[in-house]
């Protein structure tokens, strides 16, 4: 798994928010590791990005899926440790549950913390030391705006996703003042299958219409529709660009400005 090249490593990079990074980042010349856990959806990536490659123009695929359950400590430190110097760390992967508090099992907040705070932390935790002997590096976290604020229904998503943001501002802090960043994304609902099962779920408990429960989740900010995998890419190309050298420690609240900082 030895690579050359600038590299990427994006965890969840077969889910919704997941491919948008993987194109991306592939067109701002990255060779993109996608991580994920299953094999299938890994492999889907990886025809849809050769498709939409350049044919001929690259040795390997542009996005090369490998199997790791990110929550997996033996798992994460096998495959980051089998790659070459890791430029970008996008902490995607994430899990969405809802429930109000006195419904949350504790099976349930377990693994909302273990899916979107714990794998960030094991992820970050392997690729800083690295970065920080470059002075070159940067990390985002794909939080939400559920990192930001509390909703009701929530409590397992929401804690899981300010522990998140907690962490990149910690980062953050322990970086400041060399050539490694670390800033994350809070977008509100994004159109991706995490999205689509919330719709079902709120269809099957109110029996609304799938329309009906989508229109309830978009009325409930000011953006009025959801935002696209594409809109969280594109502030990720920024944070990873050079143009963002001076950014660190921020979160970009992506949401029609429901939330302000
Ligand atoms: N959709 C939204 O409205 C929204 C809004 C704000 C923030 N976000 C955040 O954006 C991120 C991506 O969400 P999405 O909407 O693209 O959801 P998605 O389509 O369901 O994708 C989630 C991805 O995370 C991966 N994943 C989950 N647990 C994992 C684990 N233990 N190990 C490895 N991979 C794991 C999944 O892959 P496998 O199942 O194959 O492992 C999948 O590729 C999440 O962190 C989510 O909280 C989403």
Same mark, same amino acid.
């Given at each position: 798994?030895?690579?050359?090249?600038?590299?990427?490593?994006?965890?969840?990079? !077969?889910? !919704?928010?997941?491919?948008?990074?993987?194109?991306?980042?592939?067109?701002?010349?990255?060779? /993109?590791?996608?991580?994920?856990?299953?094999?299938?959806?890994?492999?889907?990536?990886?025809?849809?990005?050769?498709?939409?490659?350049?044919?001929?123009?690259?040795?390997?695929?542009? /996005?090369?899926?490998?199997?790791?359950?990110?929550?997996?400590?033996?798992?994460?430190?096998?495959?980051?440790?089998?790659?070459?110097?890791?430029?970008?760390?996008?902490? @995607?992967?994430?899990?969405?549950?809802?429930?109000?508090?006195?419904?949350?099992?504790?099976?349930?907040?377990?693994?909302?913390?273990?899916?979107?705070?714990?794998?960030?932390?094991?992820?970050?935790?392997?690729?800083?030391?690295?970065?920080?002997?470059?002075?070159?590096?940067?990390?985002?976290?794909?939080?939400?705006?559920?990192?930001?604020? !509390?909703?009701?229904?929530?409590?397992?998503?929401?804690?899981?996703?300010?522990?998140?943001?907690?962490?990149?501002?910690?980062?953050?802090?322990?970086?400041?003042? *060399?050539?490694?960043?670390? @800033?994350?994304?809070?977008?509100?609902?994004?159109?991706?299958?995490?999205?689509?099962?919330?719709?079902?779920?709120?269809?099957?408990?109110?029996?609304? *219409? +799938?329309?009906?429960?989508?229109?309830?989740?978009?009325?409930?900010?000011?953006?009025?529709?959801?935002?696209? +995998?594409?809109?969280?890419?594109?502030?990720?190309?920024?944070?990873?660009?050079?143009?963002?050298?001076?950014?660190?420690?921020?979160?970009?609240?992506?949401?029609? !400005?429901?939330?302000?900082?």
């Amino acid at each position: 798994m030895e690579t050359s090249a600038r590299l990427a490593v994006i965890s969840g990079g !077969g889910g !919704g928010i997941g491919r948008a990074l993987c194109r991306e980042l592939v067109q701002r010349g990255y060779e /993109v590791v996608a991580l994920g856990r299953s094999p299938r959806r890994l492999r889907e990536l990886e025809a849809m990005t050769v498709r939409a490659a350049d044919a001929g123009a690259s040795d390997h695929p542009p /996005v090369r899926g490998v199997v790791c359950d990110v929550t997996d400590e033996t798992e994460t430190d096998r495959v980051l440790s089998a790659l070459g110097p890791v430029s970008v760390l996008v902490n @995607n992967a994430g899990t969405a549950e809802s429930a109000p508090l006195h419904d949350t099992t504790l099976r349930s907040w377990h693994d909302h913390l273990a899916a979107n705070a714990t794998s960030a932390f094991l992820l970050t935790r392997q690729v800083i030391p690295g970065m920080r002997e470059r002075d070159r590096g940067r990390v985002v976290f794909i939080a939400s705006t559920a990192a930001r604020a !509390g909703t009701p229904y929530t409590a397992a998503y929401t804690a899981s996703k300010h522990a998140m943001l907690g962490l990149a501002r910690v980062v953050a802090a322990e970086v400041a003042g *060399t050539g490694v960043t670390s @800033n994350a994304v809070c977008p509100s609902f994004v159109r991706t299958p995490m999205t689509e099962r919330s719709v079902q779920r709120i269809a099957e408990r109110t029996g609304r *219409t +799938p329309e009906a429960a989508q229109q309830a989740l978009t009325d409930s900010g000011p953006l009025g529709r959801l935002v696209e +995998p594409e809109e969280v890419a594109a502030a990720v190309g920024y944070f990873v660009s050079d143009a963002a050298a001076c950014v660190n420690g921020q979160s970009l609240v992506l949401d029609g !400005g429901g939330i302000q900082s």
